[in-house]
């Protein structure tokens, strides 16, 4: 759930402007109430426990830039950037989260299934990340019928955070900056 910190803190940090946009995601009651957060330390779990499958028990979505992402990223992570996703119809996002689940977990033909849990992040995951979680909640509930509703995260502390502890792990990071495994 979004926890007052996490929306007192939009307010405080983004530049004018942006302020009512994120305030309208805070008071988004019903999509707010599906989101959570995912520790750092949870989330490395995930991607190191081989019964955890990527692309069908969860998909880690990087909202930074692409330039960002190249140099360094979670393992597994798909790159959909933040201006992109909060652009792009309903229907497109959708095909795109199937698709790269599809192709993360090895199964190229199935584009109708979202996995278990998405989790998205962007640098702190104050701003981009949580607003693009709560449009995606809006859209599952809107756009079409899921059958079984995934679980939306944010990873808490954002990409940062992660970095500080794994960016010296090749388990744990890919990219160009990334260390030799």
Known sequence: MISFRHCAAWRLK???GTQKTLARSCSLHSAADSLSFITRDELAKKVI???????LDYLIV???EPWDYSRLHIRSAVNIP?????TMPADALLDRLAGASARASGKP????????????H???SLVRGPTAAVKLIEILRTARSIKDMPDISVLDGGFKSWAKA???DSKLVEGSDAPSA
């Open 14 to 16: 983004r530049p004018e």
């Open 49 to 55: 426990d081989p019964a955890q499958r990527c692309g």
């Open 62 to 64: 990087d909202v930074r």
């Open 82 to 86: 933040s201006p992109l996703m909060l």
């Open 109 to 120: 033909d199935d584009l109708t299934t979202l996995p278990g849990q998405l989790i998205f």
């Open 122 to 124: 962007c640098t702190l």
């Open 166 to 168: 794994y960016a010296n």
